[in-house]
């Protein structure tokens, strides 16, 4: 009886510790991105990290992002997850907090 319940303890342990795979972007995503109406500012790069500038100098932090969906992005900074169900068209980006209901307007910049 111990030895099933120390290799269910190891099966448990090996489980969570396994990350899902990690969705590549979608077409069109990596880039900069100008918030509508804001000097806010987000750069997807190919590798999974994202830089995020807000309004005023030295207000920028970096961080990584990954698709949980086709419709949900999750952006890490310093440890902490925020997800966004999302939208892209074309050169316009709507990021959604799914909580709130705030809507934000990127569009692609040149």
């Known amino acids: 009886m111990t030895h099933i319940l120390a290799i269910a303890a190891l099966v448990l342990v090996s489980c969570s510790k396994t990350q ?23 750069a997807f790069h190919a590798d999974g990290t994202v830089e995020i500038a807000m309004a005023g100098p030295g207000s920028g932090v970096n961080g990584k992002y990954s698709l ?30 799914p909580v709130e209901g705030e809507k934000m307007d990127y569009l692609k910049a040149q």
């Open 20 to 42: 899902p795979p990690t969705q590549p972007p979608p077409p069109g995503l990596v880039g900069r991105w100008q918030q509508v109406g804001t000097s806010g500012e987000l």
């Open 68 to 97: 949980i969906t086709d419709t949900e992005l999750k952006i890490e900074v310093k440890g902490v997850p925020f997800v966004y169900q999302f939208a892209l068209s074309g050169d316009k980006l709507t990021l959604t907090d």
